[in-house]
């Protein structure tokens, strides 16, 4: 059998060998990062006289295969799931099936928006008026092709209902949040001259002048790239944005190595793994996986207080843009709300408020949430159409 | 200490007054074997950085320490040149008339090079433990360098030629998780994840560090530590907070803690350090919390 290619003079049986194989190969199915050099200590360790009990040898490859504390967390089951026998595999089965019913939910939103139309309108009253704005800038759409980009980037996007323009505005949407990521990032290199003295390359240059530093060179530190996370609203209220929201935060975070993403409804998940995902739909399948009950209602004071007590202090630091990208509406108390955002506010070094609402005639920010919320808003804008994400590059860049 | 087994080296770690749980002496036992620094992650307070000095101590070496911060470049970890000392080399020769050429390797010698530490690490003649400390502030550049680093244990001065490590030191890297480290320094690391102690084993702690502490009011105090932990603070108090909070109790000469209430209530500044946990916590809640305490 498989034997055959093992080295026959070694002192470890080909049967462990083979399980061993197995158990690397189960722990990279349940997403640890393990290459062959572990394999091979795995190997060392197994010939060792180290590990006599079975409880060592647990702790010895914990120890060897996790590489992160959810790595750390998790190692038990895979473990025992391996080596005893226990549960084995059925947690993996359960979740793949139970995914595929939430992964439908948010392709939905994506795909699909005109069904969901009147759902939405009846949550927010505000009826005429607004079917007429498409039509207002129908004719300069209609002129041709090339400028259809033009007439989408000021339409608002619960007014798009042809499939195709709506896949147009996500692609239009991922690419703006791809040109602003590169445009943000080339800024920080042109940064050089500094208060401080490159000895090193002052001496060097001396020497063209006999060793007398006549040109002083300096230096600084180098600016930091902002970091951006984004906290995404995904609730019921939201649901004409959350498939062109989504495709555009994909853009950012893809992109952005310096960029977390978190999505909110009544509970708080992070994304940003899943938004890592360089094709856009796999993207959003898995991020479908991790965001259950997607469009349902919203708890912002709630989302936002889980986030800073367990999420803010690995993400944020003192050049972090927190953006957050919601109506505003909120089941939750305003005064939870108020003091989760300031204390949001004296980590972080700004945070932008995105509000699709803004876009609409006539809209104050009156809910209880958004009066509780403003105060401690750097930026509060509108996110209704790709021109209005667009303006948000010379803001960022200005940080 | 390669024959050590796990246990002895548990034992000779407690001897140094580091108390460590199985999952960790096991973890020091596979560096040593298997030539890979050790990640330990955990939160503040904990005692990652007790580790590197219970080992120090354990292998009667040197502790050389590198603390990371936002910015650490190369001429901080590594190596530096005497600029200084250089400058005013090259100024004394002038009047001597020696050729550019002997200058020049005079100035760029051993004797103007500053070992910073990661240098001075591979330098010993004795292998020391290499701690890294906090190696999440540093940027992710300074990661990927030290990567090389510690796959070759070789430096290269451009001026100089490449140094190579004398001795291998021992590595420990700590981190608190306020960046993601990269899958590679991961992969190249054993990990270990150190957690809150339990009540046992964080008596014994107290029971190294604190003198003239008993056990019966130790394990009161490491059981009391427990429930407050598991109340809702914003700064959870770490292991070096107990530590201070039984020194001060015995300094007040505490001998049970339900006997005295109020002095428990009042020394609580040495574990409550920020003003929401302070209020929180009153004088009914820590009577709620000794109340569950043998």
Not at chain 1, 99 to 111: A, H, P, Q
């Amino acid at each position: 059998m498989a034997s055959v290619h093992l080295d026959s003079h070694d002192d470890l049986g080909a049967a462990v060998r083979v399980s061993l194989a197995g158990f690397v190969r189960s722990l990279r199915d349940s997403g640890y990062k393990v290459g062959l050099g572990e394999t091979e200590d795995a190997i060392r360790l197994l010939r060792s006289d180290i590990i006599k009990r079975p409880q060592r040898l647990k702790e010895a490859f914990r120890a060897l295969f996790c590489g992160r504390l959810s790595d750390w967390t998790k190692f038990d089951d895979v473990f025992d799931a391996y080596w005893l026998g226990r549960g084995v595999k059925s947690g993996i089965k359960v979740s793949g099936s139970s995914s595929r019913k939430t992964m439908k939910t948010i392709r939905e939103m994506v795909d699909a928006q005109g069904p969901r139309q009147e759902t939405i309108a009846g949550d927010v009253d505000r009826v005429p008026g607004e079917e007429d704005e498409p039509s207002d800038e129908a004719p300069s759409g209609r002129r041709e092709g090339a400028s259809i980009a033009d007439h989408l980037g000021k339409t608002d996007f619960r007014n798009i209902h042809d499939p195709e323009q709506m896949a147009k505005a996500h692609e239009l949407a991922e690419k703006l949040a791809k040109a602003m990521r590169i445009r943000l990032t080339r800024r920080d290199k042109q940064k050089r001259k500094g208060p401080r003295l490159d000895l090193r390359k002052t001496i060097r240059h001396s020497i063209a002048q006999g060793g007398t530093p006549i040109e002083l060179i300096r230096k600084g530190p180098r600016a930091r790239q902002l970091r951006l996370v984004i906290l995404l609203d995904a609730s019921g209220s939201m649901s004409n944005y959350t498939g062109v929201f989504t495709r555009f935060v994909h853009g950012l975070v893809d992109n952005f190595r310096e960029a977390e993403a978190f999505l909110f409804h009544t509970r708080l998940v992070h994304v940003s793994s899943a938004l890592s995902e360089r094709d856009a739909t796999r993207a959003l399948d898995r991020m479908g996986l991790m965001a259950q009950g997607i469009g349902g209602g919203t708890k912002i004071g709630e989302a936002l207080a889980d986030f800073n007590r367990f999420h803010a202090a690995p993400v944020i630091h003192s050049r972090t843009c927190v953006m957050i990208l919601s109506d505003g509406y909120d089941t939750g108390t305003p005064d939870q709300l108020g003091e989760e955002m300031a204390r949001l506010r004296k980590r972080c070094k700004r945070i932008v408020w995105l509000n699709p609402m803004i876009g609409w005639d006539g809209y104050e920010p009156v809910t209880g949430g958004m009066q509780a919320a403003l105060p401690h808003v750097d930026l509060f804008a509108p996110a209704h159409n790709l021109e209005s994400l667009a303006a948000l590059e010379p803001y960022l860049e200005r940080l | 200490m390669t024959t050590q087994t796990k246990d002895t080296l548990a034992e000779a770690l407690a001897a140094t007054g580091y108390v460590a749980d199985d999952g960790l002496a096991m973890a020091l036992l596979l560096t040593e074997m298997l030539d890979r620094p050790l990640l330990l992650e955990g939160e503040a307070g904990v005692g990652k950085t007790e580790v590197a000095k219970a080992l120090a101590k354990l292998d009667e070496t040197d502790l050389i320490r590198l603390q990371c911060y936002e910015g650490l470049d190369r001429s901080d970890a590594i190596y530096e040149w005497n600029y200084q000392r250089q400058l005013l080399a090259i100024k004394a020769r002038e009047g001597v008339g020696d050729d550019a050429e002997t200058v020049e390797e005079a100035v760029f010698s051993e004797k103007y090079l500053l070992e910073r530490p990661l240098l001075a690490a591979i330098r010993q003649d004795k292998a020391p433990v290499l701690l890294i400390d906090e190696v999440d502030r540093a940027d992710e550049e300074f990661e990927a360098f030290l990567l090389e680093l510690l796959s070759d244990f070789q430096v290269s001065i451009p001026e100089l030629g490449t140094i190579e490590a004398t001795s291998i030191p021992r590595v420990i890297l700590t981190s608190n998780g306020t960046r993601e480290l990269s899958d590679a320094l991961r992969r190249r690391c054993l990990y270990h994840y150190v957690d809150y102690p339990d009540t046992s084993r964080e008596a014994r702690i107290l029971l190294s560090r604190v003198e003239g502490l008993d056990t019966a009011l130790a394990l009161q105090i490491a059981e009391l530590m427990g429930k407050l932990r598991k109340e809702d603070l914003t700064k959870v108090p770490g292991v070096a907070e107990t530590i201070d909070w039984a020194a001060a109790l015995v300094g007040l000469g505490t001998k049970n803690l339900h006997e005295q209430r109020e002095t428990v209530f009042d020394t609580l500044v040495c574990v409550l350090k920020t003003r929401e946990d302070q209020a929180r916590i009153t004088q009914e809640v820590t009577d709620r919390l000794l109340g569950k305490v043998a």
